[in-house]
């Protein structure tokens, strides 16, 4: 079974910045395209961020929300099964529980991560 | 971007009965593959999503068979035959055919 297990969530001030990890198990990690979701609270789910998997028939250059482009950056360790966002320039409409999932049609999820930023 | 209209958005059911959410797209979600790239997702209270069906009517593995997709083009829908207590949560489609991926609003089905 799929594993996504989320870190490096908590409390920043707007202006900081902040690393999102997701260590993944059970599956080929290296092929897949791997994307970030995220929910404000309360609210809907939003799209975040998308990287491509290597070695595969579908390439495609990482993908961002306007809301984040220019902000966040996608990225994956593959010595280490791991997915990165890296989130700087944080606002408070940044807070949301983040979520990693596998693909970039969504087809696991891990438990999420929150983030708050407050002053 | 892609905009996705869900409706009813508070959708009340009686345990034993149908239920049916709708799905409209802003443009047609047709791939250039012939594929038609529509999911939807559950979200039970306090946990994190889960995709139920994928391309309009593929059920992920596990999803019970009382779950089942249809639609084509701009127009789906995602039908419940009998509604059980936990199938209590809020329903989301999601197009991935365009990029940025968009979401609709979410359908929270309750129990009346």
């Known amino acids: 079974e799929v594993q996504l297990l989320e870190s490096g969530g908590g409390l920043v001030q707007p202006g900081e910045s902040l690393r999102l990890s997701c260590e993944a198990s059970e599956f080929n990690f290296v092929i897949y395209a791997m994307s970030w979701v995220r929910q404000a609270p309360g609210k809907g789910l939003e799209w975040v961020a998308s990287l491509s998997g290597e070695g595969g028939t579908t390439y495609f250059d990482p993908y961002y929300a306007d809301s984040v482009k220019g902000r966040f950056t996608i990225s994956r360790d593959r010595s280490k099964n791991t997915l990165y966002l890296q989130m700087n320039s944080l606002r408070a409409e940044d807070t949301a529980v983040y979520y990693c999932a596998k693909g970039d049609w969504f087809d696991s999820w891990g438990q999420g991560t929150l983030v708050t930023v407050s002053s | 971007d892609v905009v996705m209209t869900q409706s009813p958005l508070p959708l009340p059911v009686t345990l034993g009965q149908p239920a049916s959410i709708s799905c409209r797209s802003s443009?047609?979600?047709?791939?250039?593959?012939?594929?038609?790239?529509l999911n939807w997702f559950q979200q039970r209270p306090g946990q994190s999503p889960r995709r139920l069906i994928y391309?309009?009517?593929y059920r992920d593995s596990g999803v019970p068979d009382r779950f089942s997709g249809s639609g084509s083009d701009s127009d789906f829908t995602l039908n419940i035959s009998r509604v059980e207590a936990e199938d209590v949560g809020i329903y989301y489609c999601?197009?991935?055919?365009?990029?940025?991926?968009?979401f609709g609003q979410g359908t929270k089905l309750e129990i009346k």
């Open positions: 391309k309009v009517s």
């Open positions: 999601m197009q991935a055919t365009h990029w940025p991926h968009t």
């Open positions: 443009q047609s979600l047709v791939y250039s593959d012939g594929n038609t790239l």
